[in-house]
């Protein structure tokens, strides 16, 4: 159920059978954990979950963490690839109200200029209810570059973080204000939709 707190909620899911068995440590939830200490200026806290490959699992994961939960946001890791057991974007689209294209063809963009093999990865963005869902990749080098986007050797930006769009999409569903430092990725609003306007 939603709370009306001005913190963002965050729902962090890890997927991985190994990791979930315990198998070897999960990497993603710390990562993106430290990813959001760095790179948020206004109040948030997080909840977490380590989840095997299932698909009825993930469905139910994502469904709790909207619903019973009420995150404002929730960013799944792994099981975006092309192999049998990976089909965190089937439950994601299972349980979505709507889906938003372009997060997921920007996440495939930014990661091109590292790895050919990008093409091959399936990341969804998505909504439910009022909740934002993304599927990010399974490594925190990439994870990191993802959310941040891309610098070249002369700091000149040369592809936009796909964070720098969700405070404002938080923003169209009802969510929290939310802001980031601007040093590791700014966002984007349009004039009208920024509360400094309203207070100047």
């Not at 997060?103 to 963009?109: A, H, T, W, Y």
């Not at 404002?168 to 980031?180: A, K, M, N, R």
Request: glycine share 8%; charged share 20%; aromatic share 4%.
């Amino acid at each position: 159920m939603r709370t009306n707190s001005d913190t963002l909620l965050i729902g962090l899911v890890s997927i991985s059978d190994r990791a979930s068995q315990g198998i070897y440590v999960d990497q993603g939830i710390p990562s993106l954990e430290a990813w959001f200490r760095d790179a948020l200026s206004t109040p948030w806290r997080s909840v977490t979950r380590l989840i095997a490959d299932e698909q009825a699992t993930i469905e139910h994961t994502l469904i709790e963490l909207v619903d019973d939960v009420g995150c404002h946001l929730v960013l799944t890791t792994g099981g975006t690839g092309p192999a049998p057991r990976d089909v965190t974007p089937e439950a994601t689209m299972a349980v979505a109200d709507k889906l938003l294209p372009g997060f997921g063809e920007e996440m495939r963009r930014i990661s091109l200029h590292f790895v050919p093999t990008a093409i091959l990865s399936r990341q969804v963005g998505a909504i439910r209810g009022q909740a934002l869902i993304l599927n990010l990749p399974g490594q925190p080098k990439s994870i990191r570059e993802t959310l941040e986007g891309v610098s070249a050797a002369d700091g000149t930006r040369v592809a936009n973080g796909i964070f720098a769009a969700v405070p404002y999409c938080l923003d169209l569903l009802g969510g929290p204000y939310v802001e980031t430092v601007a040093s590791v990725v700014p966002v984007f609003r349009p004039k009208s939709a920024r509360l400094s306007r309203a207070s100047e």
